[in-house]
């Protein structure tokens, strides 16, 4: 299995515009994790679904921010528009039987 | 919010020597999960202890778990210096509730 698979792994942007970030999950979890990574907040929990249903997002930091699973192989995480704060790592995530989680590389944005 | 919390923030040995890194947390949980993350990379998962056992190992990795204290600590034996990485443990409420919660870490360094 390849794993978990994000694009892009680095997004260099302005303030404003539109990030996209992507995530193919392994095949066959039902659950799929966002999570945004700082020095000084650490791990944070942003959304999660369960067969592409979005169950929690509470940790998601402002309307700015969205995200879709339009089907069991993809996920897709929304900042519009964005802004310096945001820069992070943003972790996409997905739950084996055991109930660990088996993360992608992660997508490294920095916004100017 | 930050259920667990590692001791020490950081930690320097030689290679061959052991390491122990200690978690602790705050609610009552279904198990406790550590994982790595080397450096610029994805977190990966290690081990899972359930709120039932006491002690695990995998490989040169030993996990225990005290309950009544609400602690963990990992234990790496013999350390490499590829061991070189930081160490998360992340909590498992169970219970309907499928949200990992991470601590900040150990970043552990291993000296050849």
């Known amino acids: 299995d390849a794993g978990v698979i994000q694009s892009p792994r680095h997004e260099v942007t302005e303030m404003g515009q539109e990030v996209t970030l992507r995530c193919k999950p392994i095949?066959?979890?039902?659950?799929l994790f966002w999570y945004r990574q700082t020095m000084m907040r650490g791990l944070e929990l942003l959304i999660y679904?369960?067969?592409?249903?979005?169950?929690?997002d509470s940790g998601m930091p402002e309307d700015r921010f969205s995200a879709k699973m339009p089907n069991a192989s993809f996920s897709t995480l929304k900042i519009q528009p964005s802004e310096p704060r945001d820069s992070a790592v943003y972790f996409c995530?997905?739950?084996?039987?055991?109930?660990?989680?088996?993360f992608g590389e992660g997508s490294r944005l920095t916004v100017l | 919010s930050q259920q667990g919390e590692e001791d020490p923030q950081a930690l320097s040995i030689q290679e061959g020597e052991n390491a122990t890194m200690n978690c602790s947390y705050k609610?009552?949980?279904?198990?406790l999960q550590w994982y790595r993350q080397n450096s610029g990379r994805g977190l990966v998962h290690l081990i899972l202890?359930?709120?039932?056992?006491r002690e695990k190992h995998s490989g040169r990795l030993r996990v225990t778990l005290d309950t009544s204290k609400k602690s963990s600590s990992l234990l790496i034996t013999a350390s490499r210096a590829a061991d070189t990485a930081s160490y998360f443990c992340?909590?498992?409420?169970?219970?309907?509730?499928?949200?990992?919660?991470f601590g900040k870490g150990t970043k552990l360094s291993v000296i050849p």
């Open positions: 995530a997905s739950r084996g039987k055991a109930r660990e989680l088996f």
């Open positions: 095949s066959g979890h039902d659950y």
């Open positions: 679904f369960n067969n592409n249903v979005p169950i929690d």
């Open positions: 992340a909590t498992d409420p169970g219970a309907g509730s499928y949200q990992l919660t």
């Open positions: 202890i359930r709120s039932n056992e």
């Open positions: 609610t009552s949980i279904n198990n």
